[in-house]
């Protein structure tokens, strides 16, 4: 590995200060991406921030609005938490899927986003539950939603000096459930050939959709918001035909590719399959069942 200095920040402003020095430098929030694209000599940055000493980046406050997240909590944290488990299970799953224990401990959702792998487990769950990210760089503070968050594969929406903090995760409504799955060839530890999450909320009889929304993952360039799979369902009553529609739309639109782990073909299908599933799993969360 190339020599690179290392800094341990114990505040926002000291870590934006080191991130927006000459040369630049990478945040380091698990590491469990970062050191091995640096070990591939990918990523060659002279200096490396090292994010879990700053306290806003490792908040995890559950209130009335939300769910705020440090952007440099690990997904073990998340998925050990009884009430982001209860309130939260799509998100929780995702994170209980990086690796295993040992990557876990490290891993954080913030990395998995700025990471922008299409096959981030994570950042599905997050689109469909309306994630927020909030940003802080040279000129201030700003909020993307995460579903415009990833630009291409590895890349993100973050500008020179710029840092994630931190996610928000609105409070989920009442008769809502969301679910995740991913489909891999065996049991763990292994990247998505794809992965679905969907949200969904019903009326208060649990007959019809309110809403829904539906995200794919590696199976485009970037984690995939469907609208039109969501938006066809609205106002629809809950039935397999109008779940079908809504996996044939995802089905439609996603852009995969042919690579090691699965065809264009295998792709769009599983992205069928699975989206089909999630609504399901969605729809029995929703009703308590
Ligand atoms: C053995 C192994 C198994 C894995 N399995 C999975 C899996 O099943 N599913 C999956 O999705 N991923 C998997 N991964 C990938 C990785 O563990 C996840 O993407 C993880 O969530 C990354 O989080 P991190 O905190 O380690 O990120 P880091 O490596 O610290 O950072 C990732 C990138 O994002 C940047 N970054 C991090 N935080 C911020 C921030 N707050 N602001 C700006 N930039 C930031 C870093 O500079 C770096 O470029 C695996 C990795 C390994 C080594």
Not at 137 to 159: D, H, M, Q
Not at 237 to 264: C, F, H, S, Y
């Amino acid at each position: 590995m190339h020599d690179f200095r290392y800094a341990t920040p114990r505040t926002l402003n000291e870590a934006l200060k080191l991130l927006g020095g000459r040369g630049g430098g990478a945040l380091l929030a698990g590491g469990t991406d970062l050191i091995v694209k640096m070990r591939a000599r990918r990523l060659q940055p002279g200096l490396v921030v090292d994010a879990k000493g700053v306290p806003e980046l490792n908040v995890l406050k559950l209130d009335k609005s939300g769910l705020t997240l440090g952007a440099a909590v690990s997904c073990r944290r998340v998925y050990t938490d009884a009430r982001i488990a209860k309130t939260y299970p799509a998100l929780a799953e995702s994170a209980a899927l990086v690796g295993g224990i040992g990557i876990q401990g490290r891993a954080s959702i913030g990395g998995n986003l700025c990471n922008a792998a299409p096959s981030a487990d994570t950042v599905p769950a997050l689109i469909v539950l309306g994630a927020i990210a909030n940003i802080r760089g040279p000129r201030g503070s700003r909020k993307l939603p995460v579903a415009e968050f990833c630009t291409g594969p590895g890349r993100n929406a973050l500008k020179p000096g710029e840092l994630l903090v931190s996610l928000k995760i609105p409070k989920p409504a009442k008769h809502s459930g969301a679910f995740f799955l991913r489909f891999i060839p065996r049991n763990e530890m292994d990247i998505a050939v794809v992965n679905a999450a969907v949200a969904v909320e019903l009326d208060a009889k649990g007959k019809t959709f309110k809403s829904a929304r539906i995200a794919v993952g590696a199976a485009a360039p970037i984690p995939l918001l469907v609208r039109e799979a969501g938006e066809c369902l609205a106002g629809q009553p809950i039935n397999e035909k109008n779940i079908q529609e809504a996996a044939r739309l995802a089905a439609l639109a996603v852009r995969p590719i042919t690579d090691m782990r699965g065809t264009v073909e295998q792709r769009r299908h599983l992205a069928a399959v699975l989206t089909a599933r999630a609504l399901r799993g969605a729809v029995k969360r929703a009703k308590g069942e």
